[in-house]
């Protein structure tokens, strides 16, 4: 009798945990407002980011070139003043004519708004195995950009590949994301931070150093816990890896594979919604097709997939979102009919996710 009982017990125990599994998605409602294509020529229109600035106007960037594999492409952005329903015409930040003789020319521009009020776009210049960063500074909302800088530090024998994240402040430091700096002579290669004081002058934190490649990383600021969380995708597995820094950026927690299963984390992006304790992850679900939203409570260490923002005949790539108030957000993304990418847009959905209350 003991026996049954104890199984009894467990199996009641494993339906409860089945139920708050199974309804947790049921205690959200999700709104997806139809798509708004923001761009969309012959041209391959890829790497989009979103920013809303302190006034309230929202601002699109990408890079826009000839295909995907092209040495010709210039780093642009659209800007709108009513969260997303109209945009104005292309401004161009750099148009990379000087890149031409590089391999893949400019990529992925990302404009972020500094404290002080000026903007601060960053974008890299792929050369295959070896690359460079660079910034270029606003006063004047976009109107107008000052000189091209280069982000670089005095390691010798090392390249700065690849930076996809925005740069964040924290006490008087400029810290953005890396998530390929290439040991030039073993070949290896690292993901971590770049931090300035300055924008003169950097220093490299590595976060992880693993053999296979690293790709599309994130950082984000927990003030409650004084902790920078960093997210990049390990390309050779396919997954999703998080890491925290205690000490603003100068070292790392070892990195943890945070994927969950039956997903592929490709193209993520993470946004933190610390008032709501939440975080959303933006992906590319699948080799191409689909994007998806995921859903975390414990800042990225479990994930629960909670809708599909795109699923047609064209290949989503790369995706970013900002928050446009406490329960919405703006959802970018680029879409491409081959692998060159000719012919590819950027579009926009708005996403709404209210919990439902007990009496619903």
Same mark, same amino acid.
């Given at each position: 009798?003991?026996?049954?009982?104890?199984?009894?017990?467990?199996?009641?125990?494993?339906?409860?945990?089945?139920?708050?599994?199974?309804?947790?998605?049921?205690?959200?409602?999700?709104?997806?407002?139809?798509?708004?294509?923001?761009?969309?020529?012959?041209?391959?229109?890829?790497?989009? +980011?979103?920013?809303? &600035?302190?006034?309230?106007?929202?601002?699109? =960037?990408?890079?826009? #070139? $000839?295909?995907?594999? /092209?040495? !010709?492409?210039?780093?642009?952005?659209?800007?709108?003043?009513?969260?997303?329903?109209?945009?104005?015409?292309?401004?161009?930040?750099?148009?990379?004519?000087?890149?031409?003789?590089?391999?893949?020319?400019?990529?992925?521009?990302?404009?972020?708004?500094?404290?002080?009020?000026?903007?601060?776009?960053?974008?890299?210049?792929?050369?295959?195995?070896?690359?460079?960063?660079?910034?270029?500074?606003?006063?004047?909302?976009?109107?107008?950009?000052?000189?091209?800088?280069?982000?670089?530090?005095?390691?010798?024998?090392?390249?700065?590949?690849?930076?996809?994240?925005?740069?964040?402040?924290?006490?008087?430091?400029?810290?953005?994301?890396?998530?390929?700096?290439?040991?030039?002579?073993?070949?290896?290669?690292?993901?971590?931070?770049?931090? +300035?004081?300055?924008? &003169?002058?950097?220093?490299?934190?590595?976060? =992880?150093?693993?053999? #296979? $490649?690293?790709?599309? /990383?994130? !950082?984000?600021?927990?003030?409650?816990?004084?902790?920078?969380?960093?997210?990049?995708?390990?390309?050779?597995?396919?997954?999703?890896?998080?890491?925290?820094?205690?000490?603003?950026?100068?070292?790392?927690?070892?990195?943890?594979?945070?994927?969950?299963?039956?997903?592929?984390?490709?193209?993520?992006?993470?946004?933190?919604?610390?008032?709501?304790?939440?975080?959303?992850?933006?992906?590319?679900?699948?080799?191409?097709?689909?994007?998806?939203?995921?859903?975390?409570?414990?800042?990225?260490?479990?994930?629960?997939?909670?809708?599909?923002?795109?699923?047609?005949?064209?290949?989503?790539?790369?995706?970013?979102?900002?928050?446009?108030?406490?329960?919405?957000?703006?959802?970018?993304?680029?879409?491409?009919?081959?692998?060159?990418?000719? +012919?590819?847009?950027?579009?926009?959905?708005?996403?709404?996710?209210?919990?439902?209350?007990?009496?619903?």
């Amino acid at each position: 009798m003991l026996g049954i009982r104890k199984i009894l017990i467990t199996f009641l125990f494993f339906i409860i945990l089945w139920q708050n599994v199974g309804f947790s998605q049921k205690k959200v409602n999700i709104v997806l407002s139809e798509k708004v294509i923001i761009t969309k020529d012959n041209r391959h229109n890829s790497f989009p +980011s979103v920013v809303k &600035l302190k006034n309230g106007e929202i601002i699109i =960037s990408y890079r826009k #070139s $000839n295909g995907h594999l /092209s040495p !010709i492409a210039s780093a642009v952005y659209k800007s709108s003043l009513d969260n997303g329903k109209n945009y104005n015409q292309e401004i161009i930040v750099d148009n990379g004519d000087d890149f031409i003789k590089t391999k893949y020319g400019i990529r992925n521009l990302i404009i972020n708004e500094l404290s002080d009020g000026n903007l601060l776009a960053t974008y890299w210049v792929n050369n295959g195995q070896n690359g460079s960063a660079y910034y270029r500074m606003s006063t004047d909302k976009g109107f107008t950009w000052g000189d091209r800088r280069e982000i670089k530090d005095d390691e010798t024998c090392s390249s700065l590949v690849g930076i996809e994240g925005k740069i964040i402040e924290i006490n008087n430091d400029y810290i953005l994301p890396v998530f390929i700096k290439m040991d030039i002579n073993s070949k290896n290669m690292r993901a971590g931070v770049m931090i +300035s004081s300055d924008l &003169l002058s950097w220093t490299f934190y590595e976060v =992880s150093r693993k053999r #296979s $490649n690293n790709n599309e /990383s994130t !950082i984000l600021l927990d003030e409650k816990q004084n902790e920078i969380i960093y997210f990049y995708r390990n390309v050779t597995e396919n997954a999703l890896y998080r890491s925290i820094s205690k000490d603003v950026g100068r070292t790392w927690s070892e990195p943890e594979n945070v994927s969950f299963s039956g997903y592929v984390q490709s193209r993520p992006d993470v946004a933190f919604y610390p008032d709501k304790d939440e975080m959303y992850l933006l992906y590319r679900e699948g080799k191409y097709q689909t994007g998806a939203i995921a859903i975390s409570h414990d800042k990225g260490n479990t994930w629960e997939r909670v809708t599909e923002i795109q699923k047609d005949s064209t290949r989503f790539t790369y995706g970013s979102m900002a928050r446009i108030n406490r329960n919405k957000s703006l959802l970018i993304y680029s879409s491409e009919k081959n692998a060159n990418g000719e +012919s590819s847009s950027i579009k926009s959905r708005l996403l709404r996710i209210n919990k439902k209350s007990d009496g619903e």
